[in-house]
């Protein structure tokens, strides 16, 4: 996992995470609460794949979690 809690709130989770492309930190406001997110989490550092345990979230989030690639990024790797 590439990113990490910042902050949160009743109903979001803020992260970070480093992009392997720029070097920079980007931040993601996910709209899940802190219980979701721990138990999402511990589903899938146990071995759940990250669409099962994160199944409230999106493709591009969970991207984001996993490599710190925001979607803008993975859209502008792939234009044509």
Not at 9 to 15: A, F, K, N
Not at 43 to 67: C, N
């Amino acid at each position: 996992m590439n990113a990490r809690v910042v902050t949160f709130s009743e109903d979001t989770v803020t992260v970070v995470a480093k992009s392997p492309f720029s070097g920079s930190l980007n931040e993601m406001i996910l709209s899940i609460s802190y219980d979701e997110w721990r138990v999402a989490y511990a589903k899938w550092v146990s071995g759940a794949y990250i669409q099962d345990a994160f199944s409230m979230l999106d493709a591009g989030e969970r991207e984001f979690l996993m490599t710190g690639i925001t979607p803008d990024q993975f859209d502008n790797m792939f234009e044509e």
